[in-house]
């Protein structure tokens, strides 16, 4: 019923404020909740303290047992599958940036940190992830309230890449949660969904026809980027429809995506349109 | 201004529904709140996933720090100046309870837990502790939210025993909290007070007269118990009024102090309040 030849999406950024991007990855995602229940009530941190294990000290256990000093994922299996990138692959990276005045410059966080022997860039792109998304349990409100709650709870993302499957992990990751968990107290594992990553092709006509369109608009040509974020859809195109997904987007790399005071220039809305419509016109004119 | 010769209160409860109960001592409490920031607002988990130090990771790597594999607390000093018991005292305790049956029985907990080398009685009574009583950081809503939050926090109470002075182990708390903070993110440690434990004297005139009164009335002599909440007034009385309390109670043991549906039964009242006109009457006739 649904079928098409290409499939153009500018769900993404440009490389900087004068520079266009055409993206050719992007990672997959993993999403989980995990639980750890203990007292089947909140109970008196003195009348009971020491005695149960605690339920929020259990789950920062588990959680903390994820990462290992050098910041890698410690579930077993976790990087199976994935290949090491090529002294090219790292050049290319590291001249596509962020670099770590970048980093610290969007974020405001106080430094770069990650999996060791790895650079911003790649970290950003290409290497797995697992972060904490959201954590709560027991009394959060003003000053103090001394119990032991009877749950606590997180919510988790990772960020998968080529060669990680997401029911793979998922299955992966639910056995080294179980067996983490310590005595005294129970986990329940919940998935919010999976999606894999993606790869477009590189040396396709059609890549060629957005960087000429691009570079016709801007007066510059596109950098290829990765995406360290996800588009569940681009997996699903290719296997419902057969068809790759071409990712060229106007968006500000530093628009705060997902946060509050996300935005989106007028401009940026201007030049899209331009650069689109020059794109149709040239892909019409193909030898197909 | 203020003066009196004893202290008497009855903010303890009974050893079980028909036994009276002489608590002999409480333990103290230090309240603390650490919060872990990160980047300057929550930022997008594919975006920047893998690139800064996730506050919620870092924080349950903290907590998790704070105990070792023998679920004993590893702030440097915390147990300096601590006596080990007695095989009077244990076997006093092990008499005393509660069983592990009655933990289990009273809590929902699937199984007790604690430091190794004590059982459930001497954990509840007279060894320190250290529990998280509430936690919180990120998306916390229904499904999923792929953020890394810009902070993180964890509301921490520590139970103190004879030996160990809040002032001192809040010092101590502060210098491991610092100390284990990972790079890429900054603590800032709150303290919401400290009351040191107390232990009353168990020879005086006073507690025979106490026994005897409580003796009379429940047809049962008093156990002589030990609490392992705080009364932060005991110690507070001790210094201001030089005087000992006396704490003799009425409430059931399960009765789920602090806790939803906390109760008081109404022949507890009538019971208490005969004890206390028998523990007046003849304490007027003492010989001072």
């Known amino acids: 019923l649904l079928a098409c030849d290409h499939v153009v999406l500018s769900d993404t950024a440009k490389h900087n404020i004068d520079t266009p991007a055409i993206v050719i990855s992007t990672r997959g995602v993993l999403l989980k909740e995990i639980t750890v229940h203990g007292p089947s009530r909140d109970l008196h941190s003195g009348q009971y303290g020491g005695t149960v294990a605690n339920p929020a000290n259990a789950l920062a256990k588990i959680i903390a047992s994820l990462h290992d000093d050098q910041k890698r994922v410690t579930i077993p299996g976790f990087y199976d599958g994935l ?40 970290r950003q792109a290409v290497r797995p992830t697992l972060d904490v998304n959201g954590i709560i349990g027991g009394y959060t409100g003003q000053g103090s309230a001394t119990i032991i709650p009877a749950k606590a709870s997180a919510k988790i993302s990772m960020r998968l890449v080529a060669g990680q499957d997401p029911k793979t992990i998922s299955k992966l990751f639910d056995e080294a949660i ?100 020059r794109f149709i016109d040239e892909m019409g004119r193909l030898d197909t």
């Not at 957005?210 to 596109?222: I, Y």
């Open 83 to 122: 290949r090491e990138l090529s002294d090219k692959e790292r050049k290319n990276l590291a001249d596509i940036g962020p670099t770590d005045a970048d980093l610290i410059n969007n974020t405001g966080a106080p430094a770069p940190a990650g999996e060791e022997g790895y650079t911003t860039a790649e």
């Open 178 to 277: 179980t067996k983490t968990c310590p005595k005294g107290v129970r986990v329940e594992i919940e998935g919010h969904g999976g999606y894999p990553s993606y790869q477009a092709p590189t040396d396709s006509a059609e890549i060629q026809v957005a960087a000429r369109a691009l570079k016709a608009c801007f007066r510059k040509p596109p950098v290829f980027t990765r995406e360290g974020g996800t588009l569940p859809i681009l997996p699903m195109f290719k296997e419902v429809l057969g068809a790759d997904s071409l990712m060229f987007g106007f968006a500000m790399p530093d628009c705060n995506m997902h946060s509050p005071n996300e935005f989106f220039m007028v401009k940026d809305l201007e030049m899209g349109t331009q650069c689109i419509v």
